[in-house]
């Protein structure tokens, strides 16, 4: 047995800990780019806290999901303005930029150098920037991954910049920030949560150490995820939603993902959809043809037995199925109201593109069995 688990160099997780972020900050620069959603409204109190630290800032705004041409510009920013730390405040699209900014930072400005797959693949000599990863969503876990996900939308793909340079100083995950949450974007990112928990589980790559953390984190998405979704205010279950979405950042920077997540990614290139919402959508049919095909073609791999495991964190019953673990996540799906594949206008038309990009994506490889062409298909159209 061989594995390696890396993850950020400090994480702080608790209700209230964004009131300890000031000295923390003051120990690792002087003035900050913040890197925020939209508006700085919910940014408010980080900066306020900054200030009286005397840290000066300046804020970066990321509309929707991060494209190349956002990571230079924010770069380019932080240059401009002598930044000499890296703040990203929001979801998954703040939090990637501001990794992307930090690493870039010392590096050079141009994402193109350092990209996958579009890009020039040149590897980060330098350590990042100090960066701070602040998440006010419970879905992605990028507050302690070590990559950024970009689109380009001229390719139409999404590619990341990736390194172990990319590991945040610092995750501070606080889920009083999560309770704004409407219905939708809880419902979306706890989904994408819990894929993150189950794909890992499931992964060519897992080991004990990302199995414990799986567990956990299934069980407190599964008894909480509808609680936060219905009741926004149920801090214990934001609480637990929060720390699932940590613990599955910290699998799949470690075990990798699989077929969710290598479909997930060349539909986000191509179409203007929530990441979330698209990895929500597809875990139900990838889970059930995954079973399908274990069972038809490696019925004694050892991935039919780890399913049986989700169904029954899950289910809570000890002797549940994977195929009961199957319809449990299709009927959570269906009760948090998550549209199809169809609602983002993809067609049976774009199956062939989609599986072409999906077959050599990177989280594909590591699913539990190779899928055919009819397989991916069968995906799809379960999805539409």
Not at 116 to 124: A, H, S, T, Y
Not at 232 to 241: F, K, P, S, T, V
């Amino acid at each position: 047995m061989r594995f390696e688990f890396a993850t950020a160099g400090r994480i702080l997780f608790g209700s209230g800990v964004l009131k300890e972020i000031g000295p923390i900050a003051a120990d690792l620069g002087r003035r900050a780019l913040v890197v925020i959603g939209r508006t700085t409204v919910r940014a408010a109190p980080l900066l306020d806290l900054l200030a009286e630290t005397e840290i000066t800032w300046v804020t970066f705004s990321v509309d929707g999901e991060p494209t190349v041409e956002t990571a230079y510009q924010g770069t380019r920013l932080a240059r401009q303005e002598a930044c000499d730390l890296i703040i990203g405040f929001g979801g998954g699209s703040p939090l990637d930029t501001g990794k992307a900014i930090a690493a870039l930072l010392t590096n050079g400005d141009d994402p193109l150098d350092f990209l996958e797959v579009i890009g020039r693949g040149k590897p980060l000599i330098q350590p990042s920037a100090p960066y701070i990863a602040i998440p006010t969503t419970a879905g992605t876990g990028a507050e302690v991954t070590r990559n950024a996900v970009l689109a380009s939308p001229e390719h139409r793909v999404k590619v990341s910049l990736r390194s172990p340079h990319m590991l945040p100083r610092l995750a501070l995950v606080d889920p009083e920030l999560t309770r704004s949450m409407p219905p939708a974007v809880t419902a979306s990112t706890g989904l994408d949560a819990l894929t993150q928990l189950i794909e890992p589980y499931l992964s060519r790559r897992a080991n004990p150490i990302i199995d414990a953390i799986c567990w956990e984190g299934m069980r407190r998405a599964a008894r909480s995820l509808r609680r936060a979704y219905h009741n926004g205010d149920d801090i214990q279950a934001r609480e637990d939603m929060a720390l699932a979405s940590l613990l599955g950042g910290l699998a799949l920077a470690n075990a990798g993902l699989g077929a969710v997540h290598g479909f997930a990614g060349p539909f986000g290139g191509m179409f203007r959809a929530p990441h979330g919402a698209v990895c929500a959508c597809l875990l139900p049919h990838v889970m059930a043809i995954n079973v399908k095909a274990l069972s038809d073609r490696e019925p004694d791999n050892d991935m039919l037995r780890r399913y049986d495991k989700v169904a029954q964190i899950l289910t809570g019953n000890s002797k549940a199925t994977a195929e009961e673990g199957v319809a449990w996540v299709g009927e959570l799906g269906q009760e948090l109201q998550i549209p199809k594949l169809g609602s983002y206008e993809f067609t049976p038309s774009d199956f062939s593109i989609m599986i072409e990009k999906a077959r050599v994506a990177s989280s594909m490889q590591a699913n539990p069995i190779t899928l055919t062409t009819e397989e991916m298909q069968e995906v799809l159209s379960l999805a539409l």
